[in-house]
């Protein structure tokens, strides 16, 4: 439900918690903790990431992967009450 209001939390909520969302894999995806990347650029970093498989419901762990700055979501705008 793109746009609905529960989901624009919870994304910022993985957003604060290092998590980001990939537009063209569909899937969120977070470093691996205390290993940096083996590349960073101003437009990508290649190293090791979890993404979460939603179809599986599991962490998964992908290495030496290239990670496009520009296929990420920006962080959602939160409703102003």
């Known amino acids: 439900m793109p746009k609905d209001e529960a989901q624009l939390y919870a ?5 604060n ?3 980001f969302y990939h537009k063209e ?3 969120w995806l977070i470093r691996v903790p205390n290993i940096e990347p083996l590349v960073k650029t101003n ?14 419901f599991e ?3 992908k290495d030496n992967f290239v990670l496009q700055y520009e ?9 102003q009450h």
């Open 59 to 61: 962490i998964i762990r």
């Open 17 to 19: 918690r290092g998590w």
């Open 11 to 15: 994304a910022n909520e993985l957003n």
């Open 71 to 79: 296929l990420l979501e920006k962080r959602p705008h939160l409703p």
């Open 25 to 27: 894999l569909r899937l």
């Open 43 to 56: 437009t990508h970093e290649r190293g090791s990431y979890h993404c979460f498989e939603p179809n599986t």
